[in-house]
């Protein structure tokens, strides 16, 4: 690799772990609304009995539910991997193309099953 | 003799460095989301139960009665305020620059989880 293209790399490089760190502080922002809500949420549901027809009763057609799950999945699906490969990076010092494949496929995980649970409890 | 000195201060200064609010909110904050992050698919998982009828999912629901999966959860609900506090305290630390603050932030912080966990606790029992 000539000097030049190893140059170019590690700019990229710099770059996109810029773009990762702001991710993650920018989700964070946004998330600590939703997991407010969400423990709340929880507390009030276990309070009077975990049914299905309670939650489904809560979440069955109703598009602000559907919204507020869907975005939080978008934003947790983005939030997750970016921690998850930092922590693998720093403990187990791997780092590199296969770690990226890695972690853009369990964010796709998350999301397909996260969105998946979103239409089963609120379609 | 002074190689052994010089070690036993080394020692010294890694526990001290360890054995410091910040250093224990790092850890917290760490595994936390590691645990919350692996938890995930199963959580989407279980409400996935709901495609297949609300009988389906009230028989998962069912099962979660259990005191040891009641326990996990109270668990996850601390696990999952303490990733939230501790987050908070880092963007308060990073980006509003209340560095004096660190040990009453990291202490706020274990407060919340604590706060959340009992509340959670105190109706799911």
Known sequence: MSARVEQNSLQVNARVEVWLWAAQRITAAIMALFVVAHLITMIYAVHHGLTAAQILGRTRGSAGWATFYAVFVALVAVHAPIGLRNVLAEHLDWRGVSLNTVMILFGILIAILGWRAVWAVCA | ?125
């Open chain 2, 1 to 125: 003799m002074a190689g052994g000195v010089g070690g036993m201060r080394m020692k010294l200064n890694a526990v001290r460095a360890r054995n410091h609010p910040g250093y224990w909110a790092f850890v917290v904050h760490r595994v936390s989301g590691v645990l919350l992050a692996l938890f995930l698919p199963f959580h989407f998982w279980a409400l996935g139960q709901a495609l297949q009828g609300a009988a389906k999912l009230d028989g998962f629901l069912r099962w979660t009665d259990q005191p040891l999966v009641k326990f996990a959860e109270i668990g996850l609900v601390v696990l999952l305020a303490a990733h939230l506090a501790g987050g908070t305290r880092l963007l308060m630390l990073e980006f509003m620059a209340w560095r004096e603050w660190h040990k009453t932030l990291a202490a706020i912080a274990a407060g919340v989880a604590i706060a959340f966990g009992l509340a959670f606790a105190l109706n799911v029992v």
